[in-house]
Structure formats: C-alpha cells, structure tokens
C-alpha cells in the first residue's frame, strides 16, 4: 500500500477555520474509500493560540455538524510542514502568502488555497469567522463542508496515481 496522502489546512490562529477544516475533512474522508489512506492535520501561521483548543464558537459549529473537534490544539506552521505534507491547504490569501514565504520555493507548489484546490472556486477563500458570530462560523462550515466534498472527490479521482 502507497503512503498516505498528507493534508494540512492552514489559517491564521488554527482555532477556527483550520481545525473546523479538519474535522470536517477527517469526517468525510472516514466515511469514504479513502479512509486510513489520507492523513489530515491544522495549523495556523500565528502562534498566538499554540496548545489551546479552537474557538468555543468552533467547537459548537462543528458539534452542531456532528462533528468533535473539541479535542484539537492549536499548533503553529512550520518550515518543516511543507516537506511533511503533499499539499499545504490555505484558507485565504494572506496564509498562502505567509506559508509561501516561510518555506523554500521548489515547494510552493504544495501550498495552495483550499477552496480553488478542491474545486470550490478559483480564488475563492474561506472568510475568517473570529471576529463574527453564529452566522459567520456557520457560512465558514458551510465552505470547508463543500471543500471537503470536493478534496474527497479529487483524491478519489487521482487515487489510482497514488496506489
């Protein structure tokens, strides 16, 4: 067996659109044929949040999904992250810029924003929930829902490359 495909999604703090991004993708790959064959991980360009859990607001959005995120920690992007992982998923302009700019250039390529990557829509981003409320959180989940779809569809589509 081919080793696991390795996804990072990557927002600012790492306590809202990132571990939303992840719990939602984790569900919907273990629900799929690709389940133990994709490996997903968050993590936030600041460090502001290193070692707490996401946002409350977070939390309850994803458990409102059937979805448990509580249990994540926030962790901040690492240099080392872009040659751990096949694709660096960005949830808006300015963390692709920041991840871009911390890792060597020959891998680029690996970062990417994640709602043009799953095929959501070209340049599309995931706005940042923070500062909002019930409703910005739940538009937020409502993208990394279809790029989770659209990340599962992709993978699937190219798995006979990576068997």
């Not at 939602?24 to 600041?46: F, H, M, Q, W």
């Amino acid at each position: 067996m081919a080793a696991p495909v390795r996804l990072l999604v990557v927002c600012l703090g790492n306590i809202c659109r990132s571990p939303m991004g992840e719990g939602v993708l984790r569900a919907r790959i273990e629900a799929s044929p690709l389940r133990g064959r994709v490996l997903v991980d968050s993590a936030g360009t600041g460090d502001w949040h290193v070692g707490q859990p996401p946002d409350h607001r977070a939390i309850a959005t994803a458990a409102r999904h059937g979805v448990d995120i509580g249990h994540l920690r926030a962790r901040q992007f690492r240099r080392l992250d872009a040659e751990t992982f096949d694709w660096l998923l960005c949830a808006d302009r300015d963390n692709l810029a920041d991840v871009r700019a911390r890792i060597d250039p020959a891998l680029h390529q690996r970062a990417t924003l994640l709602l043009e990557w799953s095929g959501v829509g070209e340049g599309d981003e995931v706005p940042d929930p923070y500062t909002g409320g019930t409703h910005e959180f739940e538009h937020s989940w409502s993208l990394l829902e279809r790029a989770a779809d659209g990340v599962v569809a992709r993978l699937l589509a190219s798995q006979g490359q990576w068997r």
